[in-house]
């Protein structure tokens, strides 16, 4: 198998969703997947369905449990830099067909991690690794690195109308 580069950027809902798609669709086709939420800590619905399925897929999360704003706390630096790298590991350890790195886009936007991580990352990926790469903000760079692009838009959101994060839909 050929591996790719995709990223899943943009303002709207589903980013996560749709690497968790393709991280379901490759457990289902026997594929070892690796997933690395940053700045993500808690009980999520999709970490809880992941373990499920392990060994085949291994997630961890890499975040403080709170929301980054302005200047990254040290210890967000911190955990950042251990999520970049298990996932460095992963990719190049011949484990995995499929690593994702949710939220790595927002990392790079929110200054947790340099964009040339980022693009290290994907000058490193073995030819037969899938690699994800989902958030908001994806630069032109990234972009270019990619093979494929994907950008979420929103139209039109029920949170504009206070409707709250539902547990097993949005979290």
């Not at 198998?1 to 980013?15: N, S």
């Not at 929301?67 to 484990?95: K, Q, Y």
């Not at 947790?112 to 903000?137: F, K």
């Amino acid at each position: 198998m050929h591996g790719y580069v995709q990223i899943y950027t943009g303002d709207g809902k589903g980013k996560t969703t749709a690497a968790l798609g393709v991280a379901l669709r490759a457990a289902g086709a026997g594929l070892k997947v690796y997933v690395a939420q940053f700045m993500k800590k808690g009980h999520y619905s999709e970490i809880e369905a992941l373990k499920q399925l392990e060994p085949q897929v291994r997630a961890e999360q890499f975040g403080s449990g709170r929301f980054v704003r302005g200047t990254p706390e040290a210890e967000d630096l911190t955990l950042a830099r251990r999520g970049f790298e298990a996932v460095h590991a992963a990719l190049i350890s011949g484990a995995y067909d499929l690593v994702i790195a949710d939220e790595a886009v927002v990392a790079v936007a929110g200054g947790l991690l340099d964009e040339s991580d980022l693009l290290d990352l994907i000058a490193r990926r073995p030819p037969a690794v899938e690699l994800i790469l989902t958030g908001r903000g994806a630069t032109q760079a990234l972009m270019a690195a990619a093979d494929l692009v994907t950008e979420m838009r929103a139209f039109k959101h029920y949170f504009e109308n206070g409707v709250t994060a539902r547990k097993g839909i949005e979290y």
